[in-house]
């Protein structure tokens, strides 16, 4: 165990080993103690069975982040475990937050953000190359960013054209917002514009669906899928998605 304590926070990609990095594995083989929610370790679980696993649930992020700090403070290799890349909706920004509130900053462990592949990729990949030229990125879920800010950033990204990716777009009790949002991008997409859904990306369960902004089956839609929507210039080919950049 080092005496100063390190702290790496792991993308995981999208939960086949395949798709797990190597800088990825090895910081789960040099870690003392693996910290995440529950639902992640199956998705390691030959690389962390000989390790402490500490396993949290969903909305308990922030109990995560402190207690890998609290750990890493006390000497020990800790790994903070997240789904595609820590850094892209994932558990980086906040370990890095209380890392920032502590008191003693000369003191602080050592720490390393490692990427995976994340769901943007991953879905992007399955589709093509849907996202090929410049794209935007939004959550549609409105617990932790008010409604109203999400609604003006995907109206100003639609309106500039940018290829839309829509992450956790619809949940049973959260509806109205993506039907919104489908309101909004049908005043600036024509109705033929592709669109792709990629549910559970390289999982067993994995579908993939290419429809069009005009036909776009909403109640196919749920927190698993991942919404890609072409810009005016994205086409077809071949069951496959291009967003083209020009050279031709």
């Given at each position: 165990?080092?005496?100063?304590g390190s702290l790496c926070v792991v993308g995981l990609g999208p939960g086949t080993s395949g798709l797990l990095t190597g800088q990825a594995q090895a910081a789960l083989h040099g870690a003392d103690v693996v910290i995440g929610y529950e639902g992640y370790f199956s998705w390691v679980a030959d690389l962390v069975q000989e390790k402490e696993c500490v396993a949290l649930p969903l909305t308990q992020e922030v109990a995560r982040a402190e207690l890998a700090v609290a750990r890493a403070l006390a000497g020990q290799?800790?790994?903070?475990?997240?789904?595609?890349?820590?850094?892209?909706?994932?558990?980086?920004?906040?370990?890095?937050?209380?890392?920032?509130?502590?008191?003693?900053?000369?003191?602080?462990?050592?720490?390393?953000?490692?990427?995976?592949?994340?769901?943007?990729?991953?879905?992007?990949?399955?589709?093509?190359?849907?996202?090929?030229?410049?794209?935007?990125?939004?959550?549609?879920?409105?617990?932790?960013?008010?409604?109203?800010?999400?609604?003006?950033?995907?109206?100003?990204?639609?309106?500039?054209?940018?290829?839309?990716?829509?992450?956790?777009?619809?949940?049973?009790?959260?509806?109205?917002?993506?039907?919104?949002?489908?309101?909004?991008?049908?005043?600036?997409?024509?109705?033929?514009?592709?669109?792709?859904?990629?549910?559970?990306?390289?999982?067993?369960?994995?579908?993939?669906?290419?429809?069009?902004?005009?036909?776009?089956?909403?109640?196919?839609?749920?927190?698993?899928?991942?919404?890609?929507?072409?810009?005016?210039?994205?086409?077809?080919?071949?069951?496959?998605?291009?967003?083209?950049?020009?050279?031709?």
């Amino acid at each position: 165990m080092s005496q100063r304590g390190s702290l790496c926070v792991v993308g995981l990609g999208p939960g086949t080993s395949g798709l797990l990095t190597g800088q990825a594995q090895a910081a789960l083989h040099g870690a003392d103690v693996v910290i995440g929610y529950e639902g992640y370790f199956s998705w390691v679980a030959d690389l962390v069975q000989e390790k402490e696993c500490v396993a949290l649930p969903l909305t308990q992020e922030v109990a995560r982040a402190e207690l890998a700090v609290a750990r890493a403070l006390a000497g020990q290799a800790v790994s903070v475990i997240s789904s595609g890349d820590a850094g892209v909706y994932g558990m980086a920004s906040l370990v890095l937050e209380v890392l920032e509130r502590q008191p003693n900053q000369a003191a602080l462990p050592d720490v390393v953000v490692i990427p995976g592949v994340s769901a943007v990729n991953a879905c992007a990949a399955l589709l093509g190359a849907p996202i090929a030229h410049d794209f935007a990125v939004l959550s549609l879920s409105d617990l932790l960013t008010p409604w109203a800010v999400i609604e003006k950033r995907l109206a100003a990204a639609a309106e500039a054209d940018f290829v839309l990716v829509l992450l956790n777009p619809r949940s049973a009790r959260r509806q109205a917002q993506f039907m919104r949002a489908c309101e909004l991008i049908a005043q600036y997409r024509a109705a033929a514009t592709p669109v792709g859904l990629v549910r559970n990306a390289y999982r067993p369960d994995q579908s993939v669906t290419i429809t069009t902004v005009g036909t776009l089956p909403v109640a196919q839609v749920d927190m698993l899928t991942t919404v890609i929507i072409g810009n005016s210039q994205t086409r077809c080919f071949q069951s496959r998605l291009i967003t083209p950049r020009g050279y031709l």
